[in-house]
Structures are given as C-alpha cells and as structure tokens.
C-alpha cells in the first residue's frame, strides 16, 4: 500500500465524493463491530471489515443539535455557542463542511431525519437540496407538522437525490434519527427484536445504510468515495439511572461509532485505538479529501488513519448543560484525557476508562491529586468565548423538541441552583416522560387526552412512594393551553397561556393563543392588550398583527383595523 503522503497527494489530485451518515442516538457498544452480539448492524460491521474503524470516538455533548453542529465545524460547544437543542441556529459567518466543500465545486445535498437538524439549526448553508420536512420554527400552525421520519423516506429522497447526472463530485449527508426513543422499529424488526426494541430500532437503520452502500456499488463509485458512519452521541438506556440522553456526561452516551472506508487509500479491516474527538472530524475529512485546512479546535487524523497507527494521546472537553439551563441544576462539563475521565459536578468523579468503562467505581479519594490537575485543566477551558445561545424562545420548536422528549424551560421548586443532577434524574425524567405524553396526543389532535394528561402537571407530579414534585413548566401550561384552545373551551385556556407567557415573555405564539383564547372568552380589550404586548416584542409579527385587526374590526374600529391588516 502507498505511503500516507503519496495517498493525501492523490486526493488532492483527484476529487472524491464523500457519503456521511449520522446515526442519532447509536452509542458504540450496541454495534456489532465494537463487540455487542448477535450483532443488529451487519452493514456497519462490513463498513468496518472494509475500512477503518476507530475505537474510541467521542462526542462533545449529548445532545443532537450542538454535537452534529460540533462535528460540521470543527469548534467545541463553547465556541460555538450551541449548547442544547433549544439553542438558536449557527451563526451565519462560521465555516461548516459544507461550506468549505461547496467552495470546492462539491454538489451537496443533505437529507434530514428530524427537527433538531432541520434548517432551524443553521446547519443547511452551503446544501444545494435540503431535504428538511419539518415545518420551520416561526410558524404557529404546526398541528399535524412531524418533528421525525423514518431512515427509509430519508434514505429515499437521498438516493433521488444521488442519482442525478453530474460531473463534479458530491457530498451527501444522511441523518437517520430512528434509534432515537421512543424504540418502535418497522416490520420485520418489531418481532425480530420485540425484546429489545432499541437494537430493533438499530438494526432498521443499519438496513437503510445498506441500500445507500448497495447504491455505490452499483453505480461504480466504490473507489471514489470516502463512506463515514458516526452518531452524534448514545444512550442511557437505564445505565447510571439515565433513560435515554442529555443529562449527564458518561461514555453510554459521549462513545460513539465510526467507521471509514475510502479502497485503496484506507487499509481494509483496521482498528484504530486513542481517543477521536468529534472536533477532529472536520479537518480529517478535509485533509482525506485533499482539500485546504481550516482553523478549527480539532486535530486531522488522517496521516494515522492511511498509516493504520494509534492516535496521540489528546483531551477531550465534554459539557450537559441541559439541567442547568432547563431545570436550574448543576451544568456538568467533564475532561476526557489518557484513560481517565473527571467530571466537575458539586459531587465530582474520576474513571479510569480503561479498567472501567461502565465508570462505576469513582476513584475521587484515591487518585486526588491527579482529579485535582484534571479539574484545573478543565475550568481553563469555557473562559472568554462565546456565550451559550441561550434557548430558544419559539413555541413552535418547544412542540417540535417535546414531541421528540426534549422538555425544557421548566422550574421545579426545592431545586436550589447548583444541585447535582444526580440527585434529580429520577423527578426529572418522571416529569419529561408525563409532559411528553401529553404533547404527542396533542400532536395526534387527542385534545381532550393531551388536557387530560397535561392538567394535573400544571403545578405538581406525584412521583413513586408518595413523593410530590412542585414545578412550573412552560410546556405544560403551553400545551394544555392549545389543547383547549382546539376544544373551544375559551375560558379554561386563559390561565394556562398567560401563565405560558409569564413564563417566557419572548414566546410569540404564546401572545397569539393567549389572545385567541381571551377574544373566544368575550375578553376583548385583554386580548388586543395581549396583542399589543406581543408587537412589542416582535413588531412585524403578522399573526399578531392579523390577530389586532380582527379585534380592532369587532368593536367597530374599521379604519384602525384596516391599518393592523
């Protein structure tokens, strides 16, 4: 096999396509290829068998938004500012792969299989097609709008897509989002896998990455094309109490699959050991592709991954900030370097990743000092950079984000600030589980079951043992809201709105369906002073504005409301 510089030369020399593929929610040991049996991903394994492998990739952040964003621009979450789902899109002047290969004469074209990608993330500059089905965040009719679609429509309209004639070389992205809770795999992998219905949920995105394969083959472009399968992070799956992701920051949910293959160029049947960080993902694939660098925070792996060596040993920050900014605890940030991990939290841990990578036996007491030079090292980092995009104040992304599980802008008293999450995962998922209910049979148009199911949270869960959680909570009060709204019970749906509102005054639609429900009560002037309220957060809004209108014209104020409309 060539050297690893007469590869990287012949790159540049000649364009090759690149396929990526991220599969949500896919931590690295329920792949066949990283050790778990029987394996659910035959596809992945081959991937693995004909490329390169490596071992110990890891995301930054659990969640789907800011990681997929940290691995299409190379910077950490506190430079690039997106810090949870919630947060609004990527500003418009950071380079992204796509970008920087659209400069390069690349057709690009990504095909998304959830909200969080959608282009509310920022993430579609630099696509030619942009196959994003959600409806975009600004609008308040999104009854009966998705937030997810199975990997087959997604691999549908990506292969569509591919098979266009062209001359220049391509970059396509495939987002698949099945694994993604709740698990409810298609036929036949409900039955085949009906007692794990996660690794159902696995293998039916395995079988999607199969027909994208099975494509290049066909279409002879085997040899031209770089093929990368990752996640942008795993999940709980009960492991340390955690259901899914996005509370803390262990490996079940930061290691993550990935695979390469480039024939001729990647040594077939490779594992590659040392930590890969998600920030390293981007300038690898550049220099792959032999396209210029770009500054970014990560390191390009190429040369190790053509000479099939180990990679230098580095450190990786990782962060959940979900609990401190939705639930006022702890924000967790940990340091991942040389087989150890340390997490800052108000009861911090050390792991040796190595001895334990379930970390289950925290080494805080006997290892201080090598925690304390770990805990130095980490808060050097996250300091005079970009400050967190905040989340966002769009009720329209609040129903997206909760029909997929993500509840977020809540109060739970008896929560001092600082709290380790720790100590509330078990009230926190207790309540996001009951909210969520709610919010898909509102989403299914079950009004009279969403106001059923969100009523009694509106100021406490019962919890198991007889325990009570005290909370407010925009999506409750939001969402019950808009159910008796659609019930045409005025009245009852003032309360919860205005409390909505009290809650985040930046929520357009919030003002919207607050004054709907005061116009329907007989409650005009409230309503146009709802109104009012709300232009004076968004001047321009025209539902707002409609919305003065129709008041202005029903007390007899023709020529005001002519105005509004």
């Known amino acids: 096999m060539l050297g690893p510089l007469v590869l990287l030369a012949a790159a540049a020399a000649s364009p090759t396509n690149l396929l990526l593929v991220t599969i949500d929610t896919l931590r690295a040991d329920r792949v066949g290829a990283y050790g778990f049996a029987p394996s659910p991903t035959p596809s992945l394994d081959r991937l693995a068998r004909e490329g390169v492998l490596l071992e110990e990739a890891v995301a930054h952040v659990p969640q789907t938004r800011p990681s997929h964003v940290t691995l299409f621009t190379g910077r950490l979450p506190y430079e690039h500012g997106i810090r949870d789902n919630f947060s609004k899109p990527l500003d418009a002047a950071t380079p992204t792969l796509t970008t920087l290969l659209k400069a390069r004469g690349y057709a690009t074209g990504g095909f998304i299989g959830a909200y969080p990608v959608s282009r509310d993330s920022g993430l579609q500059r630099g696509f030619d097609v942009y196959d994003d089905p959600f409806a975009a965040a600004s609008s308040v009719s999104t009854r009966g709008d998705r937030s997810e679609r199975r990997a087959g429509e997604v691999v549908d309209r990506a292969l569509e897509w591919l098979r266009r004639p062209r001359t220049a070389p391509f970059f396509a992205w495939v987002h698949l989002f099945d694994p993604h809770a709740p698990y409810d795999p298609p036929p036949p992998f409900a039955a085949r896998f009906a007692k794990d219905l996660y690794a159902g949920e696995v293998a039916y995105a395995d079988s999607q990455v199969q027909r994208l394969l099975e494509w290049i083959d066909t279409a002879g472009l085997r040899d031209s094309t770089l093929v990368v399968v990752t996640s942008d992070h795993g999940e709980g799956l009960g492991d340390h109490g955690e259901d899914e992701h996005g509370f803390f920051v262990y490996d079940t949910t930061l290691h993550v699959p990935l695979v390469m293959r480039r024939p001729g160029h990647l040594k077939a049947g490779t594992r590659v050991g040392g930590q890969f960080r998600g920030v390293d993902l981007l300038p690898t694939l550049l220099e792959l592709l032999g396209a210029p660098a770009s500054p970014t925070s990560g390191t390009s792996r190429a040369a190790a991954l053509l000479a099939a060596t180990r990679l230098p040993d580095n450190q990786a920050y990782v962060e959940s900030l979900y609990a401190s900014l939705h639930f006022g605890c702890a924000p967790l940030r940990a340091l991942r370097a040389e087989g150890w991990k340390y997490i800052e ?109 969100l009523a009694p949270l509106t100021a406490s869960t019962p919890l198991p043992g007889g325990k009570v959680l005290e909370h407010r909570s925009f999506n409750v009060d939001y969402f019950l809201g808009r159910s008796l709204l659609e019930l045409r019970r005025f009245a009852d749906a003032v309360a919860p709105l205005a409390r909505a509102v009290d809650l985040d005054p930046h929520s357009i639609p919030a003002y919207v369906f607050l004054s709907r429900a005061q116009a329907g ?12 309220s709300g232009l004076q957060r968004a001047p321009r809004n025209a539902e707002l504005h409609q919305m003065k209108g129709r008041l202005l014209l029903g007390r007899g104020d023709v020529a005001a409301a002519r105005a509004s409309l």
């Open 521 to 532: 009560a007989g409650r005009g002037e409230q309503a146009l002073a709802t109104v009012e």
């Open 345 to 453: 939290a108000p009861r911090p841990e050390l792991y040796r990743l190595t001895e334990d990578p379930g970390e289950k036996r925290n080494r805080m007491d006997d290892r201080a000092s090598l925690a304390a030079a770990m805990r130095t090292a980490l808060l050097a980092r996250d300091r005079g950079t970009v400050a967190p995009s905040l989340p966002s104040a769009d009720s329209a992304a609040a129903e997206r984000l909760a029909a997929l599980g993500y509840v977020g802008t809540g109060f739970f008293s008896g929560t001092p600030p600082g709290t380790d999450p720790k100590d509330k995962i078990a009230e926190i998922q207790s309540f996001n589980r009951e909210v969520t209910r709610g919010v898909r049979l509102f989403e299914g148009g079950d009004y009279e079951g969403a106001a059923r199911q």
